[in-house]
């Protein structure tokens, strides 16, 4: 549950870019297949590598393990939508297509040591590397997604208290032009 946890911010997020791309991709032709992402200047075999290991110790695979079945089942929602009358097929194919596109969540991993590989130096990523193996490298790994709830927590409990405070200012404002809200 903890390695689930670690990436539940950007799983959310991807999940949310699925919820949202779906409908639209189910609403237009096939296009032919373009590069996934803007090109990415060309990073040495040792940069992926160190890159990939990065990703694999910090589990990256559980922020995208369900993006298959995820956009699968997005894009069959919209589909049931626009056809009611093909609502029993639409499910039928649904795990035919999911087993045929099994695995291209891969390619997520492997645009993400990409992209790790271009935003970072060869150097940089092996230290990242060391650091991510030391003790404190492991201690950040497994209490950061903590931290980070725990930091939304907060942020959500100050902007909710923090609305009142301008809610009050809003009515003394207002009162002062005669008007009560």
């Given at each position: ?92 194919v649904?795990p ?86």
């Open positions: 549950m903890k390695n689930v946890l670690k990436f539940l911010p950007a799983a959310t997020l991807a999940v949310g870019l699925a919820v949202s791309a779906a409908p639209a991709v189910a609403q237009q032709p096939a296009q032919p297949k373009a590069a996934a992402s803007p090109a990415q200047p060309k990073a040495s075999p040792a940069a992926i590598a160190a890159a990939r290991e990065i990703l694999q110790i910090k589990n990256a695979t559980a922020m995208y393990a369900g993006a298959v079945p995820g956009v699968v089942e997005k894009t069959k929602i919209a589909l049931i939508q626009q056809n009611l009358n093909y609502q029993k097929e639409l499910n039928e649904a035919i297509v999911a087993q045929q596109l099994n695995g291209r969540q891969n390619e997520i991993g492997e645009g993400m040591a990409q992209i790790y590989a271009s935003e970072f130096t060869e150097q940089e990523l092996k230290d990242l590397v060391t650091f991510y193996r030391s003790p404190l490298g492991k201690k950040l790994i497994e209490a950061e997604p903590r931290a980070i709830g725990l930091s939304m927590a907060f942020m959500n409990s100050w902007a909710q208290n923090f609305s009142e405070t301008v809610m009050g200012a809003f009515r003394a404002e207002m009162r002062k032009r005669g008007k009560e809200i």
